[in-house]
């Protein structure tokens, strides 16, 4: 069987029941599987890595031309799917006919790192857990230009970003802040944002009510230093899931190691499964410093 007729990593995705490995196969269509703590993960990367296409509305599109993308890259879509990609887009501001009612929130990555989003209410917070926020709390309900011009009113009057280097973000978990710190941070900012005289009317106000999601991320079992993984082809990983943070996937290694799997650089590779007791033989690097101006979301 070819590679190009593999199961191939489509990347990470989170749901309620918490966060798993997505795949696609050309025949078999799409599978999943869990990322619970101590599940076993082995896997050797294939040749080439290759573009996974465009997915919207729950629906994904493959790529017409199976291009490759190189391996380092965060993004694992080609020029021409990632440009399709943005013309209909909430997040890409492309998109203004979407009838749906949107929440409007303030997410905690770390001090001084709070920043404000939108996302479908239907999607119940899951927005949260694929940006790795440590909490987050609901500021207001309303129609899709409605919670944009909102985010926009905060950006202008309280100065506060949409988004930040996921660098930044990342290193911010350690040490774990505590629950009580970012809900304090939280409360005054939302606070703040009420106090505003400027949001849009048809933007329902929530009263505070902070989110923490500890215990969906488990990052209390990573207090150690960790390097992170680089796949490149014909590359094996092998270890135990201990904690997952929107892309990132910690495992522990043999030997007390702990490794950082950014699921983004897996998606378009094919996995082949590798033995439990196989050696991790990817290259490992220390995580990239906070200012580098990586990826923003």
């Given at each position: 069987m070819s590679e190009r007729d593999a199961w191939r990593c489509a990347g990470l995705l989170w749901s309620a029941a918490g966060p798993s490995l997505a795949w696609r196969h050309p025949a078999h269509g799409e599978r999943s599987s869990p990322l619970p703590p101590g599940r076993q993960l082995a896997f050797t990367t294939g040749d080439a890595r290759r573009c996974v296409g465009v997915r919207r509305g729950g629906r994904l599109t493959l790529c017409p031309t199976d291009e490759e993308v190189p391996a380092a890259a965060v993004s694992a879509q080609c020029p021409e799917c990632a440009r399709l990609d943005r013309q209909h887009s909430v997040a890409a501001d492309t998109a203004t006919d979407d009838p749906r009612p949107y929440d409007v929130y303030l997410a905690w990555f770390g001090p001084g790192l709070i920043k404000v989003g939108i996302t479908a209410a239907e999607r119940e917070g899951v927005r949260l857990l694929e940006q790795a926020a440590l909490s987050s709390a609901l500021l207001g309900r309303g129609p899709l230009m409605a919670a944009r011009r909102a985010e926009a009113v905060l950006g202008a009057a309280l100065a506060v970003p949409d988004r930040f280097p996921y660098a930044a973000k990342r290193a911010a978990r350690h040490p774990m802040p505590s629950q009580e710190r970012r809900a304090a941070e939280l409360a005054e900012l939302h606070a703040r944002a009420?106090?505003?005289?400027?949001?849009?009317?048809?933007?329902?106000?929530?009263?505070?009510?902070?989110?923490?999601?500890?215990?969906?991320?488990?990052?209390?079992r990573i207090g150690r230093s960790h390097g992170l993984a680089e796949p490149a082809p014909g590359r094996t990983i092998s270890g135990t899931v201990t904690a997952v943070a929107g892309p990132d996937v910690y495992l522990d290694l043999p030997g007390g190691r702990l490794l950082l799997v950014d699921a983004r650089r897996l998606a378009g590779w094919p996995l082949l499964a590798a033995a439990p007791e196989a050696g991790t033989t990817v290259t490992i690097r220390m995580p990239e410093p906070a200012g580098r101006p990586e990826a923003l979301f």
């Amino acid at each position: 069987m070819s590679e190009r007729d593999a199961w191939r990593c489509a990347g990470l995705l989170w749901s309620a029941a918490g966060p798993s490995l997505a795949w696609r196969h050309p025949a078999h269509g799409e599978r999943s599987s869990p990322l619970p703590p101590g599940r076993q993960l082995a896997f050797t990367t294939g040749d080439a890595r290759r573009c996974v296409g465009v997915r919207r509305g729950g629906r994904l599109t493959l790529c017409p031309t199976d291009e490759e993308v190189p391996a380092a890259a965060v993004s694992a879509q080609c020029p021409e799917c990632a440009r399709l990609d943005r013309q209909h887009s909430v997040a890409a501001d492309t998109a203004t006919d979407d009838p749906r009612p949107y929440d409007v929130y303030l997410a905690w990555f770390g001090p001084g790192l709070i920043k404000v989003g939108i996302t479908a209410a239907e999607r119940e917070g899951v927005r949260l857990l694929e940006q790795a926020a440590l909490s987050s709390a609901l500021l207001g309900r309303g129609p899709l230009m409605a919670a944009r011009r909102a985010e926009a009113v905060l950006g202008a009057a309280l100065a506060v970003p949409d988004r930040f280097p996921y660098a930044a973000k990342r290193a911010a978990r350690h040490p774990m802040p505590s629950q009580e710190r970012r809900a304090a941070e939280l409360a005054e900012l939302h606070a703040r944002a009420r106090a505003l005289g400027t949001l849009p009317e048809s933007l329902a106000i929530r009263p505070f009510a902070p989110v923490h999601h500890d215990a969906a991320f488990h990052l209390d079992r990573i207090g150690r230093s960790h390097g992170l993984a680089e796949p490149a082809p014909g590359r094996t990983i092998s270890g135990t899931v201990t904690a997952v943070a929107g892309p990132d996937v910690y495992l522990d290694l043999p030997g007390g190691r702990l490794l950082l799997v950014d699921a983004r650089r897996l998606a378009g590779w094919p996995l082949l499964a590798a033995a439990p007791e196989a050696g991790t033989t990817v290259t490992i690097r220390m995580p990239e410093p906070a200012g580098r101006p990586e990826a923003l979301f």
